[in-house]
């Protein structure tokens, strides 16, 4: 197995790229059992960048990794120094930086898509949207130094604004005569001037990014950059910028006064843009684009990662960068130059250990121990760990994605992820084996209680007797009660994948592994009153109040959207590499024409793409639409997707 060498408790695994502001690697978090996480490292030790100016601004940002959460921002995870080099990590994310899709594009003579190009703005937009959304130290979070190699997009095509904790040090330490020709072009006059950070910088940066997106030119600094504007052609169609864009572009590019005044407006502007010109991307077709320009690239990352999980971590050997020469933005092949890599021994600013001892390890097995337990308990009494998510109608789509996977045969010859792997999925077998046994007694039981409430609905009966039925057998599993919507009406039971939820009026809750019921018997039913008699028009006068396109939520008279594609999730190569499952929820909110119009991780990330493929297979799905009283209406469901080796 290859040993490869340390920067503090990461292992460089490959280097991808370097830029002004210092190199990025794919790096592991080094544990006691080896690799832990493979993150996004960015050490930033550009030549030119002044570490000391840079570390007095960001010492205390950390904390931003814990604000800002959205698919269209990095998550971060550590931001430190070492031996007086900071350094930020990012969840891993399989793919390529802005910068280097616009040099390989130009490199192929295939000019990014104008409908893409848009697209790539439009969710830069919205991950700065995030920040200024949000505050730290009670001022609204701005970025200030947006980049194109500080905007990842994954190879499923999903787009990732990093650096918000580090663009006020990267603003302090980098003095405006020595901005590197990869990061003048994207930077307001007044950021380069040495102003204050101010909210039409990013304005700047997002008009400088789509200009050269949408031509293929990189803009002209300080100012320059709005004269380019008038005459310039999209590259993809060879047609004249369309007038709306234009307008978009100067008042992005000119002076401070001009700019649309943050970026929340400038996205709510270019997202009409979009719906008026009918550009309808998506990212499958912006992942589609991305493996027609690395294709080999994204294979051979595949392989790399294969041979990654042979690595071997040694005992507290640290690499200290050195200072990188400015390279072009591009984030591409690094110029030939001597090794700037040596081995000494040091500790990380962020953290540090001494070498275990036996009883160091006897606690670490009975922690271990207690985790597992603990595991096997939360899977059992949460019904597989899943929460109802705000009563939201789940569609069937418990998907099961089967990745290329082999185990050992016998324990002995396993590593303890692989056993871990093994008493996961033992477990989950055995919650769909209970939950199907408890399923058959349900569906009468909820059966006979729909019947119940139909009668009950039509006679207009204030009580109605249930008929008694047997209650199912106690489990092992502690049991909770359902959320209902009423006192004394149950829920529906948990679905599977093979039954959709029953539509009652009542909302239904999110399904887990384990089938959950009341403990006790249920009480009869107390319907609503029954309706006055009205005249044949009610029906239609009932109809005419809600109109197409509005927003409702689960009640009587709704229906929820259904599933009428099937979702074909892409298995994250890094997760198959790594033999690792997930469920990821997704809310999605689905229009009255049956298209997701929104869609977003509900509850934690899962990591390693997993949410980045769950998104992209929910954007991508077709629905018939919810309707409320035969109307279509729009309506949020949840997605339940399931990746498993």
């Known amino acids: 197995m290859a040993a490869r060498e340390q920067f503090g408790d990461y292992v460089l695994l490959k280097k991808l790229f370097e830029d002004s502001l210092g190199e990025t690697f794919r790096a592991g978090k080094a544990g006691k059992q080896g690799l832990e996480q493979v ?72 000019p990014i898509p104008t409908d893409l190009a848009l697209f790539i703005a439009d969710r830069i937009a919205l991950g700065l949207a995030v920040g200024y959304e949000n505050r730290f130290h009670e001022d609204r979070i701005l970025h200030g130094f947006l980049m194109p190699n500080l905007v990842m997009l994954s190879n499923e095509g999903e787009i990732r604004v990093l650096g918000f904790e580090v663009a006020p040090g990267l603003r302090a330490g980098m003095a405006a005569s020595a901005v590197a020709a990869d990061v003048t072009p994207y930077l307001s006059p007044e950021a380069l001037g040495g102003a204050p950070i101010s909210k039409t910088d990013d304005i700047y940066s997002l008009g400088a990014i789509l200009f050269e997106l949408l031509t293929g030119r990189r803009p002209q600094g300080g100012g320059a950059a709005v004269a380019q504007v008038d005459g310039a052609t999209l590259a993809a169609d060879a047609m004249p910028i369309p007038p709306e864009l234009v307008t978009l572009l100067k008042r992005s590019l000119g002076p401070a006064a001009q700019r649309v005044p943050d970026v929340v407006s400038w996205h709510k502007a270019l997202a009409k843009i979009m719906v008026d010109r009918h550009y309808q991307p998506t990212t499958f077709n912006l992942a589609f684009f991305m493996h027609t320009l690395f294709r080999d690239e994204i294979d051979r990352e595949s392989k790399e990662i294969e041979v990654e999980k042979t690595v071997t971590v040694a005992a507290k050997q640290v690499v200290p960068p050195a200072a990188v020469p400015s390279a072009d933005r591009s984030g591409g092949a690094t110029k030939p130059q001597a090794p700037v890599f040596s081995t000494y021994s040091s500790t990380s600013e962020a953290a540090s250990s001494a070498p275990g001892n036996k009883k160091g ?24 760990g899943s929460k109802p998510q705000e009563n939201l109608p789940q569609t069937d789509a418990t998907i099961t994605i089967p990745a290329s996977a082999s185990t050992a045969e016998h324990a002995t010859s396993m590593t303890p992820d692989e056993i871990k792997a093994q008493l996961d999925k033992m477990l989950e077998e055995r919650t769909a084996a209970m939950e199907k046994n408890l399923k058959t007694q349900y569906d009468s039981k909820i059966s006979e209680l729909q019947k119940a409430l139909t009668d009950a609905q039509k006679t207009g009966a204030t009580r109605v007797a249930v008929p008694a039925t047997a209650a199912p057998p106690p489990t092992t599993t502690a049991e909770k009660p359902a959320p209902t919507g009423g006192a004394s009406e149950p829920a529906p039971a948990a679905t599977t994948p093979s039954q959709p939820a029953a539509s009652t009026s009542e909302p239904a809750a999110t399904s887990g592994t384990t089938a959950s019921a009341p403990a006790e018997e249920p009480r009869p039913v107390e319907p609503a009153p029954a309706p006055v008699q009205a005249p044949a028009t009610t029906s239609t ?20 959207p259904k599933l009428a594609s099937r979702l074909e999730p892409r298995y994250p190569p890094t997760a198959r590499n790594f033999n690792k499952s997930a469920t990821v929820n997704v809310r999605a909110l689905v229009d009255e024409n049956g298209r997701v119009e929104r869609a977003e991780v509900s509850g934690a990330k899962a990591g390693y793409g997993f949410d980045d493929a769950a998104l992209a297979a929910a954007r991508s799905a077709r629905f018939d639409p919810a309707t409320k009283g035969g109307v279509r209406v729009k309506m949020w469901t949840l997605l339940r997707i399931t990746f498993q080796p």
Do not use: C
């Open 541 to 560: 006068t009932r109809a005419q109040s809600v109109r197409v396109g509005d927003l409702v939520e689960a009640g009587p008279g709704v229906t929820p």
């Open 361 to 384: 390890l006897i606690i670490g097995i009975a922690a271990g121990g207690a985790v597992v337990v603990a595991g096997v308990l939360y899977l059992l009494l949460s019904g597989g």
């Open 39 to 110: 993150v996004l490292l960015r050490v930033l030790n550009g030549r030119d960048l002044d570490a000391q100016a840079f570390w007095g601004k960001v010492a205390d940002r950390r904390p931003l990794h814990d604000v800002l959460k959205s698919p269209n921002v990095g998550s971060g995870v550590d931001l430190s120094r070492m031996r007086g080099v900071p350094y930020v990590a990012y969840e891993y994310i399989s793919g390529k930086s802005l910068g280097n899709l616009m040099v390989q594009a130009e490199r192929e003579h295939s």
